[in-house]
C-alpha cells in the first residue's frame, strides 16, 4: 500500500510535529462538546433513558433461562400486572418484565450492530464517491441515488423473504438498506473537506488516496457520522420492531418487537392484556426518543445555526 | 389449506383490538341493527373469516373458505348428515352398488332446478363426472374421489351410472359437486383454468345449492343469495355475506359491535374473550383436527431409494416412543388452547367417534419413564447434558415450525423444552407452510410440527403413512406426495388395502383401529393436541343453528350447509327489533357521518382557525 | 426516515452544454436520472428472487393443485437461458412472472382492486399530515423556545419515536373498541360495509368512515416529522438578513412571515413530502395490516406467506416505481421553484 512509497514518509516525518498540535485541538474540541452535551437538557435525558435501558439489558444477562421457559414457568396466562408481576404475564404465563428485559438485548444488538453495518457502508460509500471524482465517484454516486429512492420498507421485506428468518439476517436487511442516506451526507461533507487548502498541500505533497481519505477526511466528517449515527440507531431499532411485527425477525429470538407480535397473534387485546402490548411499545418508543433527543442535541452542538430551544 | 384432509391451517392470528376495559360498549349495538330501509326487510347473515377464498371456480379453489362457497353452491350426490356423519341422501334420493361390483345405480331426485330455472337432472351428474374423468385440469382437485370410476352415464333424466373398476365403500361419497352442464359446456379444457366462476349482481352465479354467489370482492367480502329453487325449499336468510378480516381481534370486536353474525376460526385467547359476552353465543366445536411432532423415519422414495438428509437415530422407534413420554401434552393443551381441546393420541380425532380409538397402551406424560426409556435403549448423557448412542452420536435434532401459525410458534417452544428436560437437544428453525411442504417431500428434515384436518371417512387420513406415498421421482424431480414421515411397513399397507374394499362397517372399524394403534406403537407422530374449531355468533339475532355432529360440532364450515339451511333470523317479536340491516348505505348512522365529515373537512378546519389562532400568538409578539 | 438529515443536497456537476435552456437541461436530467434508477429496480428485482433457494418451479406453484402439463411449461420457461428469461420479464415486468401463486390470478388482477384503498389512505394521510405539519412548524418555528414551540416540538418527536402500527393498535382500543367512558365510535376494520354502493354518496361516507382511524394514525405519525422540518427551515430563515432587515423596517410580523419567511421556508418541507412518500407507503403496509385494509398493502403481508414470488415481485416494482415518480415530481418542482438548483 502507501508504504511503498518513500514520499508518505517523507510526509509522515514532517506532519510529526504538527501531529501533537492535531491531538490536543482533537482533545480540547471534545472537551468543549462533552460541556456542551452537558448543558443540553434534552441530550442528557436522552443519554439518561438510554443508559437505564442497557442497565436493564445487561442486567439481563442474570435472568434465569427457566423463568422464560413456557415449559417451566408455573403462573397462569394474562395475569395484570402486580406486585409479584409488576408488568404482568404473557399468554404463557411468563413475567413481560423479564421478557421485556431480555427483548432489550436483541433490539438493542440489531439497533447498534445494524446501525454500525449502515454507517459503515455509508461512509466508506460516501467518502469515496466523494473524494474520487471520475468514473468510480460517478457510479458510486449514482448507485446511492437508486437506493435512495427505493421505498425502505418494502426493500426490506424483500430481502428479508429472500435471506429467511435469522438475527443475522434482520441486521443484514437493516444494514444494506438503510445505508444511503448517510452516504449522501458524508458526501457532501467530504467534497467540502476535499476543497479545502491543506488537502490539496497534503496531495501536492504525494499524500495516496488511501491516506487522504483515512488521515484527513475522515476525522473531519466523523462528528457528522456520529451525529448521523444515534439517529440511525432509532430508525434501526424502529425497523427492527415493524420487520418483527411482521413476522420477518429471528421468531426463537425475544426482541421487543417480537413480543409485539406474540402478544398481537395471542389475542392479548381482546384479552384486554394492555400490560402485554403497552410496555414493549412503551420501551420502543422511549429508546427511538432517547437516541432521537441524542442526535439532536449532537446535531445543535456542532451547527449552532439550527440550534432548538 | 384444503378441507378433505389436506394439511389442516390454523390460521395465524394476529389482531388488534379490544376490551381493554373489559366494559362493553353498549352504544354501538344499535349501528348496526339500525332501522332496515324503506324496502322490505331482508335478513342477512353476516360471518367473519379470516381467509378468503382463492378461486370461486370449484376446479381451482383450494382454501377452506372456497369449499365453504363451493358446498353452498352445489349439490352433492350423496351428503353428510348433520347428526353423525351418516351418508343421507343428496339430489340422489338411494344409491345401490351392483352385486358385482362394477357400478353404482343413484337414483336422483324429480323436478330439481338450478338457480336460474333450468331443470337440474342425472345429465349434469353424468356431465361432472365425465369431465372430472376426461380432464386434466378438473382431475386435480376432484381426482382422489373418482380414482375407482371409470365412466358416468344417464340413461335417463332420473337415473345415474357410475361404472367402476373395483369395489369400493367410497364411491357414494360427497366430494364431487355437481356444476350444471348449460354454463360449464361453454367453458372449455383451457378455459377452465382461468374461469373465475364469481357471480356479480347483474350475473349472479348459476348454482343447485342453497346459496348463489351475488358478489365478491377480493380480500374483502363474498355475498351470496339464497336460491328459491333450493330442493328442500328457500333458505329462510336472504344473503349470507363472507367478510374478511386480517386478524381475529377485530373479528371479535366486530362481533361484539353487532358488525357481524358469526365469527369463525377464533384465535384461543381472542375466543375465550367472546365468553359470556351478552347476545353471544360461544362454540367450541368437537375436535376433527390434529396437530403433530413428526419424525423423518428414513426419507426414501416410493421404490425405497434413501432421499434427504435426515438424522439416522430417528429410524430407531423406541427412541421416538421414549420421546412420547417426554411431552406433556395437557400442558400443551392447557397453555397453548387455553383448554379447548384434548391431549392426542391415535390418528382420528374423537369428534368422528365411529372411527376414533383409545390406544390399548396410552403413553402418558413421565419424563422420568422417558429418561428411563432412553437409558434402556443406549442412549446415556453425555458430559454436556445431551444423550448418545453408544457410537457417539448425539441426540441433536432439528425441529421445523411454521412461521404461518402463532400456535405453531409456540408449540414448538414447549417440544424443544420438554425434550431438553430429557437430554434431547432441538435446533429450531422457523419456515412456511410451503416451504415445508417442500423440505419435508425432499427429507430434509428431523422433525416438524404440524397438524392435519381429517375428514369423516378415514381412508385419505390413512393413505397418508403407505410406502407408495411416499415422494416420488418424476423427471429428475423429487416431488412430494402425501407422506410426511416415511412411514413404511408392509403389514400396515396389507391392512390398508384391506379396509379399501370392505364395504361392511364394522369389520372396517376393526381394521381401522388396528392400523391406529399400529401408528401409535411406531411413533411416526406423536400427535399433540386434538383442538376445538371456534366460533361465535349473534344468539340475539339468529337462531336455529345446527351442530354437525350433534351436540357439540362445529355450526358453520361443515361437510354439508345445515346452519345455512335451518337457521333463521330472530323476529321483531322475539327481540326488538333485530332484524340485520339490509344491505346499501342506509345503515350509516350519524357518529360516523361526522367522522367522515371529520376527514374530508379537518384539513379544511384547521385552515380555517389558523387566522385566529396566529393573530392571537401574533399580539404577543 | 431522513429526520433532520437530508435536506436534498443536489451537487450540480460540471454542464454538459448543449442544452441552451437551463430548465429543459435540469428536467431532462431529473427525468434521465429517474429512469436509470427504474431500470436498476427492474434489473434489481429480477435477480433477487432468483436466489432465493429451493427449486424455482415449487417456487411459483407452491400448494397449489397444478396439472402435470401445466408444470412442464413452466419447467420450460424457467429452465430457459437467464438471458430469455430476462428479457421475457423485461418486456412485461408486472405479469411476466406468472400468476399469484396465492390468488391464482394474474398478478394485476389481484393488485388493481387493492390500488385505490391505498392511494387514498396515502393521499389522504399526506395531504393532512402535510398541512397540519407545516402549520405547527411555521408556528413554533416562529416562536421558537415559547410554550406553543415547546409542546409542540416534545409531543411531534415523542409520536416520530413511535412505530406507527403500535400508535394504530392504541387508536383502535380508544375509538373503535371504547375504553372506558369512550364509546367504540368507528368501525374495527374494513374499507365499506359488505352490500355498500361505494359510488354513491352515502356509499363514500361509509368509506370515510372506516378510513378515519387509519389516515388519522398515519397522519399523526408523519405530520410529527414535517412539522420538525418545517420549524427547522423556519427558524433557518428567521435568522436570514433579509427578514431582520425587513422586521427592522418595521414591516408587520406577520407580513414578513407571510410573504418571505413561510414560501422560502416551504421548499424543503415540500420536497421532504415526497421524498418521503416511500416512508408513508411502508407506513401504509403495517396500518392497512392492523386495521384490516385490503390494500396494496395488506397485499404485500399476504404474499409474505409462502412466499407468493410473484405478486411479491410485483408488489416492489409498483412501490419503487410509484415513489420514483413521485420523486422525480419533487425534482421538477424544486427545479421550477428554486432556479439556483438548475445551474
Partial sequence: MTMTQPTIEDANAAALGARDVVKARRKASRTRFTASFRQNRSGMLGLTILLIFIAVAIAAFFIPASSLDVTQVTADPFLPPSLQWPLGTDDSGRSVLLLVAKGAQISLLVGFAATMLSMFIGTSVGIVSGHYRGMTGGVLDRFTDWFLVIPYLPLAIVLATVLGRSLLNIIIVIGVTSWPGTARLIRAQTLSVTARPYLERSKALGAGNLHQMWKHVLPNVMPLVLANTTLAVSISILSETTLSFLGLGDPTAISWGSILEQGFAAGAISQGAWWYLAAPGICVVLTVLAFNLIGRAIEDILDPRQETA | ?621 | MALLTETPARTPSAAAGGWANPSVRYAVKRTGAAISTFIFVLIFNFFLFRILPGDPVALYTRGRNVDPESIRALEAKLHRPIGQQFLEYARNPFTGNGPSVKYNQSVWEVIAPALWPTLLLVGTATLIATIIGVWLGIRSGWNRGERFDVISSNTTLVLYSMPEFWFGMIMLIVFAVGIGPIPGMFPTGGLSDPGVDTSTPAGWLNVAWHLFLPVTTLAVIYLAEYSLIMRASIIEERGQDYVQTARAKGLMDKMVRRQHAVPNALLPTMTLVFLNLGFVVGGAITIEYVFSIHGLGSLTVDALQGPDVPLLQALFLLFSGAVIFANLVADLLYGYFDPRVRT
Fill in chain 2, 1 to 621: 389449506m384444503r378441507r378433505l384432509s389436506q394439511r389442516a391451517r390454523i390460521v395465524s392470528m394476529a389482531g388488534a383490538v379490544s376490551v381493554l376495559a373489559a366494559v362493553l360498549v353498549p352504544g354501538m349495538a344499535q349501528a348496526d341493527s339500525a332501522s332496515p330501509s324503506s324496502s322490505t326487510p331482508r335478513s342477512v347473515f353476516t360471518i367473519g373469516v379470516l381467509q378468503d377464498m382463492d378461486s370461486a371456480n370449484p376446479f381451482t379453489g383450494i382454501t377452506s373458505a372456497a369449499y365453504e362457497v363451493f358446498q353452498m353452491e352445489y349439490p352433492t350426490l350423496v351428503e353428510y348428515g348433520a347428526k353423525d356423519f351418516a351418508a343421507v341422501p343428496g339430489i340422489a334420493d338411494s344409491w345401490t352398488e351392483a352385486p358385482d361390483h362394477s357400478s353404482w345405480t343413484f337414483k336422483i331426485h324429480p323436478g330439481l332446478k338450478w338457480s336460474d330455472g333450468q331443470p337440474m337432472t342425472a345429465k349434469d351428474v353424468a356431465y361432472t363426472y365425465n369431465r372430472i374423468l376426461n380432464g386434466k385440469y378438473e382431475q386435480t382437485n376432484f381426482g382422489s374421489y373418482v380414482s375407482a370410476i371409470t365412466k358416468a352415464e344417464a340413461p335417463d333424466d332420473t337415473t345415474v351410472i357410475l361404472h367402476t373398476n373395483s369395489a369400493s365403500p367410497i364411491v357414494p361419497h360427497p366430494g364431487v359437486y355437481i356444476i350444471p352442464e348449460h354454463i360449464w359446456k361453454s367453458i372449455d379444457e383451457k378455459a377452465v383454468v382461468s374461469f373465475k366462476n364469481e357471480g356479480t349482481p347483474d350475473a349472479p352465479s348459476v348454482a343447485g345449492g342453497p346459496y348463489y354467489m351475488i358478489e365478491r370482492k377480493v380480500g374483502q367480502f363474498i355475498r351470496m343469495q339464497a336460491n328459491p329453487y333450493f330442493w328442500r325449499g328457500k333458505p329462510a336468510v336472504d344473503e349470507i355475506d363472507f367478510k374478511l378480516f386480517k386478524n381475529g381481534d377485530a373479528m371479535a370486536q366486530a362481533l361484539k359491535k353487532g358488525e357481524i353474525d358469526f365469527a369463525e376460526g377464533l384465535e384461543t385467547n381472542v375466543y375465550n374473550s367472546l365468553k359470556n359476552q351478552p347476545n353471544i353465543t360461544t362454540v367450541a366445536a368437537a375436535p376433527a383436527s390434529f396437530n403433530e411432532l413428526s419424525f423423518n423415519t428414513g426419507a426414501a422414495l416410493d421404490d425405497g431409494t434413501p432421499i434427504g438428509d435426515g438424522n439416522p437415530l430417528l429410524k430407531d422407534k423406541k427412541l421416538r416412543a421414549a420421546l412420547a413420554h417426554a411431552i406433556d401434552k395437557q400442558a400443551m393443551v392447557d397453555k397453548i388452547l387455553g383448554g379447548d381441546g384434548v391431549p392426542g393420541d391415535t390418528l382420528m380425532p374423537p369428534r368422528y367417534s365411529q372411527w376414533h380409538v383409545a390406544p390399548t397402551n396410552p403413553m402418558s406424560y413421565d419424563p422420568a419413564k422417558a429418561k428411563e426409556l432412553l437409558d434402556a435403549a443406549g442412549y446415556k448423557v453425555g458430559s454436556d447434558g445431551i444423550r448418545a448412542d453408544a457410537q457417539g452420536n448425539r441426540l441433536s435434532f432439528r425441529l421445523l415450525g411454521r412461521t404461518d401459525s402463532s400456535t405453531s410458534q409456540k408449540a414448538v417452544q414447549f417440544i424443544k423444552g420438554y425434550l431438553a428436560a430429557v437430554g434431547v437437544e432441538t435446533t429450531v428453525k422457523f419456515v412456511s407452510e410451503d416451504n415445508l411442504t417442500e423440505i419435508i417431500g425432499q427429507g430434509k428434515f428431523d422433525m416438524f410440527e404440524w397438524g392435519w384436518g381429517v375428514e369423516p371417512d378415514p381412508n385419505y387420513m390413512l393413505n397418508v403413512f403407505t410406502c407408495a406415498n411416499r415422494s416420488y421421482k418424476q423427471d429428475g424431480a423429487i416431488l412430494a406426495n402425501l407422506s410426511d414421515s416415511f412411514y413404511c411397513n408392509p403389514a400396515y399397507d396389507a391392512l390398508n388395502a384391506k379396509q379399501q374394499v370392505e364395504t361392511d362397517l364394522a369389520k372396517r372399524q376393526a381394521i381401522t383401529g388396528q392400523m391406529q394403534q399400529m401408528l401409535y406403537d411406531d411413533a411416526p407422530y406423536i400427535i399433540t393436541y386434538f383442538y376445538d374449531g371456534h366460533e361465535a355468533y349473534r344468539s340475539d339475532r339468529f337462531t336455529g343453528l345446527v351442530h354437525q355432529p350433534e351436540p357439540d360440532g362445529p355450526l358453520t364450515f361443515q361437510w354439508g350447509t345445515w346452519t345455512y339451511e335451518q337457521m333463521k333470523p330472530v323476529t321483531a317479536t322475539d327481540a326488538g327489533g333485530t332484524t340485520n340491516n339490509s344491505s346499501g348505505g342506509s345503515s350509516v348512522p350519524w357518529l360516523p357521518i361526522i367522522g367522515g365529515l371529520i376527514v374530508a373537512g379537518g384539513a379544511g378546519f384547521l385552515l380555517a382557525r389558523r387566522r385566529p389562532a396566529n393573530a392571537a400568538s401574533d399580539d404577543r409578539e
